[in-house]
């Protein structure tokens, strides 16, 4: 095929995806615009316990956090929630507040000897 003919077919394409496109644009400007569904609200059965978290107890406790891959953490729990929960670990030059999440704690135990 001659160059003057493929550079011919090639702009004939072109033209012909140009006029799709132009007809597909008229159709999504012109279509009947559909109602949005309702965003679906989370709810909780009436009859759900919630579960306490294990941590709230140990607010302001030094406490021990065993990760599920068995790493140990030591410090001061800072918060806890159904996320995360932050330690303040006191090092001898700074103290740093570490969160770890919840889903790779194993346990949460106290640090402070029992009265």
């Keep these: 095929m001659p160059a003057p003919n493929l550079l011919l077919a090639l702009a004939f394409i072109a033209a012909a ?3 799709d496109d132009e007809a597909r644009i008229e159709q999504l400007l012109h279509r009947p615009v559909a109602a949005a569904p309702a965003p ?3 709810t909780r059965p009436a009859h759900a ?3 306490p978290d294990p941590g709230a107890a140990l607010l ?3 406490v021990h956090v065993r990760t599920i891959d ?3 953490y030591a ?3 800072r918060a806890s929630d159904a996320a995360s929960i932050t330690l303040r670990i006191d090092l001898p030059k700074q103290a740093l ?3 770890l ?3 790779g704690v194993a346990g949460i135990e106290s640090a402070e000897p029992a009265p």
């Design 70 to 72: 068995g790493g140990l």
């Design 75 to 77: 410090g001061t729990l």
């Design 60 to 62: 302001g406790h030094k």
């Design 17 to 19: 995806d140009a006029a």
């Design 49 to 51: 316990p919630t579960q």
């Design 40 to 42: 679906a609200r989370a």
């Design 97 to 99: 507040d570490y969160t």
């Design 101 to 103: 999440p919840r889903g």
